[in-house]
């Protein structure tokens, strides 16, 4: 069974950089099949997607954060890692990773999700 | 951006009866080419990630009970909860993947009454 898993420190000092990995058991991330997914969620609040990546590295991220994210893919490792540059208090939230439905129509659509890694901004 | 508004905000029914819950998105999310809509819906118990629920509007992910249904098309859209059960007290949100960004409502608190 299919299973993601976010890692990384939870607290974060404003302007440095946010850095997480999701690590995928029981499937392969270099699978054509699907994408590969960040989405936060703000405590108290809804989601918000920051990008997909692809297992040949190609990427999509949200227009309000492009300025700010890298996310790469390491198929030797079996996992795909979120970094978030010059954060302040607003991108503190729930980091979740996920898996697409598949790599056509579905590839925004998000069928498998991790636990959820809660990352803190704070002095 | 596509908005997804979903209503009401927070519900409480009765076990054993039905939620609806209605999504609209600010424009169409039907694909004419394959008459596939680009919606799904998702369960979020508390301290957990959500759960994918509903795709292309109506089709039930493996394993989801068939309480729960999805209808719906174009811009209007709706989950029904029949039979409500405990375990469905969760925050329920839409989502369109129709374009980029990806976008999801505010979410739907179903409580039982």
């Known amino acids: 069974q299919l299973q993601l898993q976010e890692s990384g420190p939870g607290l974060v000092k404003p302007s440095e950089t946010l850095s997480l990995t999701c690590t995928v058991s029981g499937g392969s991330i270099s699978s054509s099949s699907y994408y590969w997914v960040w989405i936060r969620q703000a405590p108290g609040k809804g989601l918000e997607w920051i990008g997909n990546?692809?297992?040949?590295?190609?990427?999509y991220y949200t227009p309000s954060l492009k300025s700010r994210v890298t996310i790469s893919i390491d198929t030797s490792k079996n996992h795909f890692s979120l970094r978030l540059s010059s954060v302040t208090a607003a991108d503190t939230a729930v980091y979740y990773c996920?898996?697409?439905?598949?790599?056509?129509?579905?590839?925004?659509?998000?069928?498998?999700w991790g636990q959820g890694a809660l990352v803190t901004v704070s002095s | 951006d596509i908005v997804m508004t979903q209503s009401p905000d927070s519900l409480a029914v009765s076990l054993g009866e039905t939620a609806t819950i209605n999504c609209k998105s600010s424009?169409?999310?039907?694909?004419?080419?394959?008459?596939?809509?680009?919606l799904a819906w998702y369960q979020q118990k508390p301290g957990q990630p959500p759960k994918s629920l509903i795709y292309?509007?109506?089709t039930r992910e493996s394993g989801v009970p068939d309480r729960f249904s999805g209808s719906g098309s174009g811009t209007d859209f709706t989950l029904t909860i029949s039979s409500l059960q405990a375990e469905d007290v969760a925050v329920y949100y839409c989502q369109q993947y129709y374009t980029t960004p990806p976008t999801f409502g505010q979410g739907t608190k179903v409580e039982v009454k």
């Open positions: 990546i692809y297992y040949s590295g190609a990427t």
């Open positions: 424009q169409s999310v039907l694909y004419s080419s394959n008459n596939k809509n680009y």
């Open positions: 292309w509007a109506s």
């Open positions: 996920a898996r697409s439905l598949d790599h056509d129509g579905g590839w925004l659509q998000f069928a498998y």
